[in-house]
């Protein structure tokens, strides 16, 4: 919240205690932006069992992981600002994501107000038991003698861990694969998988609407046909892309924006949007959701497989090109090969 918007939450507070209902007067719930177990949930119970004590009312605790802390973070946005759900702020949702993403749900300014410091904790750097090396000056040797070859995980693109390995890697001279495309936390792409399913099957109904107008109009009387339902559709596909940001799976997103802009393209005046379109942006929005069922059964699976469909939804947007590359997780450059000289 702005300083303007704490103003407003003091004196609320304060009408509420001048009419016998004192703060609080019911349990304050307390969301966590990550799974269950780490640090940022040892330090929640720890403080709401002092809360507890000195305010006499139940601190509810909620865990709700997932895009580094921006799925909690545009919930608790959203909620009534009457003190009543608080969440545990984090460097990478305060300070890092804003600069990180295109467009959050959120903003850090506005829509937030510190209360207090809680800890500092310290990134911890740890390897596989059957890794051969017994400290860090060791691992740094590994990684240099096999450059590009060893991968690292961490909470997700733009976390503290992220981040830390990075400064490492600029620090020792290492070159480490940070692996951005797997996810952890199923909890937090069941959800993704749960609203992109809805999104789609509300483009595609409005699709399927618009041709069926399209078709019973005359054709002199096209353009009389209201194109605000491709608008909803395009602006569903826009959240799916969205949602598949906020959980750190950039290549999926991929797919997604390619549909949107074929749409986008296909829905300018003269509308071109035909059934034959409409089946291939629906043949890429059914690869991406059964790409998403496999990662969430954990089942081996490569943005790679979804390559046809967004080949296709691509020459729909009227790309250039449309390369495997494009799909690939890890970074790449394109390098010319010079030719033979005699």
């Known amino acids: ?83 009543y759900t608080l969440i545990i702020g984090h460097v990478g949702s305060l300070a890092v994501n804003p600069y990180m993403y295109e467009r959050l749900p959120y903003d850090v300014d506005r829509d937030f107000a510190a209360v207090s410091l809680l800890a500092i904790v310290p990134a911890i750097f740890v390897v596989h038991v059957d890794v051969p090396a017994k400290d860090l000056r060791e691992f740094v040797a590994l990684a240099k003698s096999k450059p590009g070859q060893i991968n690292y995980g961490s909470a997700g693109n733009g976390s503290a861990g992220h981040l830390a390995m990075e400064y490492l890697k600029q620090a020792t001279g290492m070159d480490l694969q940070h692996d951005s495309e797997t996810i952890d936390d199923l909890s937090a792409l069941a959800w993704v998988h749960d609203e992109l399913r809805r999104s789609l099957e509300g483009a595609h109904k409005a699709m399927r609407r618009y041709l069926k107008e399209a078709e019973t109009a005359a054709a002199s009387d096209i353009d009389a046909v209201d194109p605000a339902v491709l608008r909803g559709a395009r602006a569903q596909l826009h959240q799916g892309v969205g949602a598949l940001e906020l959980v750190g799976l950039p290549t999926a997103a991929q797919v997604l924006r390619a549909c949107e802009n074929a749409l986008g393209r296909l829905s300018g005046r003269p509308i071109k949007l035909d059934a034959a379109a409409v089946e291939t942006i629906e043949r890429a929005s059914f690869a991406l959701l059964d790409y998403l069922a496999r990662l969430l059964a954990q089942k081996p699976v490569s943005p790679l497989a979804m390559f046809p469909q967004y080949r296709a939804v691509q020459q729909l947007a009227g790309a250039a090109r449309a390369h495997p590359a494009d799909l690939w997780t890890h970074e790449w450059q394109w390098r010319a090969i010079a030719a033979d000289v005699d």
Do not use: C, H, W
């Open 1 to 83: 919240m702005s300083m303007r918007l704490a103003f407003s939450l003091l004196l609320i507070l304060f009408l509420e205690t001048a009419k016998g209902q004192a703060y609080p007067s019911k349990p304050i719930r307390l969301v966590v932006p990550f799974a269950p177990g780490g640090s940022s949930s040892l330090v929640a119970r720890l403080m709401a069992a002092e809360m507890e004590k000195g305010l006499g009312k139940q601190i509810v605790i909620e865990n709700k992981p997932g895009g580094g802390g921006n799925i909690a973070m545009q919930e608790v946005a959203r909620a009534d600002p009457d003190g």
